[in-house]
């Protein structure tokens, strides 16, 4: 433990191996995983066909640079474009490095117009990431202090506000993009307005701004549909993500389409390790299974059953502000802060998250059954109770 930088106060458990949408650790105990490695095992844990594309590819070639062409990084994008309706897409290795990528593609694409010195809107509450540009497009103070000179070129505004924006607009001739998380995460499992992200598009084609969405944590099929804007009934030009693309290898995607599309050409971004072929196989293994066993209608399913479950306990619903989110991306806001729920889950059996002080954050398997979603509904409530 003392061999390592002290960045995650960790819970005094590991896990040994896993298998669905449980876990097993060193001490014997069997854990109902609700948090899914932080929304990135959509497919649980040694899911085989995952398993048996990682060992085919590691087989023939684990890596071989971006020198060459690569064919699994070709076929995941031709496919991830499909399902994504978009027209190009770059590979990086995590959240944080899609969304950097996108943030460069912004900044370019304002160069391109003329614009010396591009901002992009980002909003209240918002999580991007912990690289320099992505905590400073973050909007939350705790993660951005004691790292200054933040990153210069972003906007801060409100989130669900239109006419916030619209005054950004009108006094802001530097702006070149919106970059927003259709489901805040990390800021406390917030879903914006569907008519305000209509607005965000509408104002972004009047002003001919890039809509960038955010779609680390809620995209792949966890919100209930593949990508969350897909049930907003709007098209970003530009989507990141990652987490449930790779069900736990490294990697992350800037997609774009339209003249988004055409502005990052050779030579102006890049990542040694980005899109190898190992990665690459098990994330087409991923979105493949995502498609033929229509995950994100379970995602619906399961997360509406959750969430009727906690909402009929009695108990536990007296102690619940809200239940936010979609699919099987959902907050449970309580009367007060409830960090300690984690241990308790712990304790229980239960691998839960809390996020914003107050809120119980689930994010199990896509996988998860119903029998499996009662018994996590079950422990949930079971916490709120001792809680309460
Ligand atoms: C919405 C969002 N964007 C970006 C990130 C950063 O991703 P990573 O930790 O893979 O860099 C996260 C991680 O939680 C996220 O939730």
């Not at 876990?23 to 398993?51: E, Q, S, W």
């Not at 619209?166 to 530097?174: M, S, V």
Request: aromatic share 4%; charged share 20%.
């Amino acid at each position: 433990m003392s061999a390592l930088m002290q960045t995650y106060a960790r819970l005094p458990v590991t896990f040994s191996h896993g298998e669905g949408v449980y876990l097993y650790a060193t001490n014997g105990r069997r854990y109902l995983d609700g948090i899914a490695g932080i929304g990135v095992n959509g497919l649980g844990h040694a899911h085989p066909a995952v398993t048996a594309a990682i060992r085919e590819q590691a087989d023939k070639l684990v890596h071989s640079s971006n020198l060459y062409r690569i064919e699994a990084q070709e076929q995941l994008a031709t496919e991830l474009t499909r399902v994504a309706g978009m027209d190009n897409c770059f590979f990086g290795n995590s959240g944080a490095e899609a969304n950097e990528a996108a943030i460069k593609l912004a900044r370019l694409y304002g160069h391109r117009r003329g614009i010396e010195r591009p901002a992009i809107v980002v909003l209240e509450g918002a999580f991007h990431g912990r690289t320099l540009a992505t905590l400073s497009a973050t909007g939350n103070r705790k993660i951005q202090a004691g790292f200054e000179p933040l990153v210069a070129g972003f906007v801060r505004a409100p989130r669900d506000d239109v006419d916030a924006l619209r005054q950004i607009a009108a006094n802001n001739p530097d702006v070149v993009a919106v970059m927003a998380e259709p489901i805040q995460g990390e800021g406390g499992v917030h879903p914006l307005a569907a008519d305000y992200l209509q607005a965000v598009r509408q104002i972004c084609d009047e002003k001919d701004w890039l809509l960038i969405l955010d779609e680390v944590q809620c995209g792949n099929a966890r919100s209930g549909t593949y990508f969350a804007y897909q049930g907003l009934e709007l098209v970003p030009d530009v989507v990141t993500t990652a987490k449930g693309l790779g069900n736990g290898v490294p990697i992350g995607a800037c997609l774009a389409r339209g003249p988004a599309a055409g502005v990052l050409g050779a030579g102006q971004h890049g990542s040694t390790y980005g899109g190898n072929p190992l990665v690459c196989a098990a994330s087409l293994a991923v979105l493949r299974t995502i498609e033929q066993q229509h995950l994100a209608d379970n995602a619906r399913e399961m997360g509406q059953l959750i969430a009727d479950s906690l909402v009929a306990d009695r108990v536990s619903a007296g102690q619940i502000v809200e239940i936010r989110g979609r699919g099987l991306m959902l907050g449970i806001e309580l009367r007060r802060d409830c960090a300690e729920l984690v241990q308790r889950g712990l304790d229980a059996g239960l691998l839960i998250n809390v996020t914003a002080g107050n809120t119980l954050r689930l994010l199990p398997p896509l996988i998860i059954n119903a029998s499996e979603a009662r018994e996590l509904a079950a422990g949930v409530a079971a916490l709120i109770h001792d809680f309460a």
